[in-house]
């Protein structure tokens, strides 16, 4: 079946940018997703892109999609303490009925003072 | 207001109890999922509705048992829970099939 691979653990300092990779195997993705899980909490959709876009920027977020290397990465501007959450990566593809969200087991970003 | 509400928020029950997790959405989907998160374990999609259908049952055990209404509400059924059932439940909805998800807070299960 269809995978997303992310790392387990990212560690940033205060004040620098995170980034955080992913790889997937479906290539024929039609959204990619980033979610952030903080603790005693659900999944926030943090934002989305297209799989015809390369790069999407919400204020600190900036999103960019290889989609030749099935890469996407999720880059945050100026880390804050509270962006200290699990990020989870995934991808859907299709509009029916049966189509799923693939997620990644998610990357915890852990912020150093 | 989150647009998807789940309750109760914490659950405890015995093994032979009978109990049922809510999940409403206020975003006008069409599609609601349940998940199940554990520990250690990736992200585990339970069940699908799409329009009150169910289209998607992931080989969960019959001790799980969903019911959907109306496109706005989805509940999960307990009965005769394991151990570990023990995790935390997820809801969430889309517009339709494959299109982004929006999720509640979830409700953290622990059977003793």
């Known amino acids: 079946g269809e995978d997303v691979e992310q790392s387990l653990f990212l560690s940033v300092r205060e004040g620098d940018s995170s980034v955080i990779n992913c790889t997937y195997t479906?290539?024929?993705?039609?959204?990619l997703y980033w979610y952030k899980q903080e603790p005693g909490a659900g999944l926030q959709l943090l934002t989305y892109?297209?799989?015809?876009?390369d790069m999407k920027q919400d204020q600190r977020l900036t999103v960019l999609l290889n989609k030749k290397d099935k890469h996407l990465s999720l880059r945050i501007a100026d880390t804050q303490t509270g962006d200290s959450a699990i990020y989870f990566c995934?991808?859907?593809?299709?509009?029916?009925?049966?189509?799923?969200?693939?997620f990644g087991s998610g990357t915890r970003l852990s912020i150093r003072p | 207001e989150t647009g998807v509400t789940q309750t109760p928020r914490h659950l405890v029950m015995g093994m032979t109890n009978k109990k049922s997790l809510k999940c409403e959405q206020h975003?006008?989907?069409?599609?609601m999922y349940w998940y199940k998160q554990s520990a250690k374990k990736p992200l585990e999609l339970m069940f699908v509705y799409n329009f009150k259908e169910q289209t998607e049952n992931n080989s969960v055990p019959s001790r799980f048992s969903p019911e959907c209404p109306n496109s706005s509400h989805l509940f999960l059924h307990l009965h005769t829970l394991q151990p570990e059932d023990s995790a935390l439940y997820l809801c969430?909805?889309?517009?339709?099939?494959?299109?982004?998800?929006?999720f509640g807070d979830g409700t953290r299960l622990s059977i003793l």
């Open positions: 479906d290539s024929s993705s039609t959204y």
């Open positions: 969430a909805s889309s517009q339709e099939g494959g299109q982004p998800q929006h």
């Open positions: 995934a991808e859907s593809s299709g509009y029916s009925s049966a189509s799923k969200i693939i």
């Open positions: 892109i297209f799989s015809n876009m």
């Open positions: 975003l006008g989907h069409n599609a």
